[in-house]
């Protein structure tokens, strides 16, 4: 499987191409608004903190309900700014391999790192999803989001998790990536929305936002509280 990309040639290697996440959420959800018409068989799934303001815009525009995916990187064990792979909600690992290699990372550091992402990732479902158990994926159109891919490690990650549940189709919409990561998570998924397309060697999800700050997890729930009202 290769995915279809579908970009916006007009914000191709722009830098702060978008006001902020929010305005970036509905020019996507203009690109994904064909699957407004068989609403009742997609699934939007998140990534918190930064995917979901992106996400709520598109489930308002879509009519659809906003779901939360939670995908954390893998810390580097002396950089925790920096990380070397992804692990999804349900376990789902995967590494950078050649960087993994360039670090000269041990198994047992693997997976010391790796145990404390499961642990961080469980906390983080019962703060943004309440425990509740994720929808199934079986026969649905899955729409993956978050604000940017830079390495797309943790979408990929995000990918082999939802393949497992048996969808019908898997999208990837992100308002900005590296031609990189559109190149990692391509074989994985059936279609890749992306208005900001980057092939510079530099490359900083940040970069594509005039108003760019991190999210605060109250910010975050405040959001998905406003989407459970969503008709």
Known sequence: M????IEDPTYRNRLFAFQDRVQAGRLLSEKLIRYAKNKEKV??????AGGIPVGFAVAKKLGVRLGVM???????PWNTEAGFGAVAWDGEAVLNEPLVEQLGLTDEE???SISKTKKTIQERLRKFAGNKPMPALKDKIVILIDDGLA?????????RSAKKGAPEKIVVAVPTSSAGAINLVEPEVDEIVCLNVRTAPSFAVAD????????????VIGILEKAEKLP
Not at 2 to 5: C, D, F, H, P, Q
Not at 43 to 48: N, Q, V, W
Not at 208 to 219: Q, S
């Open 208 to 219: 594509a936002y005039k108003n760019w700050y991190d999210l605060a997890d109250e910010e």
């Open 2 to 5: 290769t995915a279809k990309l």
């Open 151 to 159: 390495s797309g490690f943790t979408m990929l990650a995000a990918a």
């Open 70 to 76: 939670v995908v954390r990187k893998i810390q580097i």
């Open 110 to 112: 693997i997976q010391e």
């Open 43 to 48: 699934i939007l799934l998140a990534l918190p």
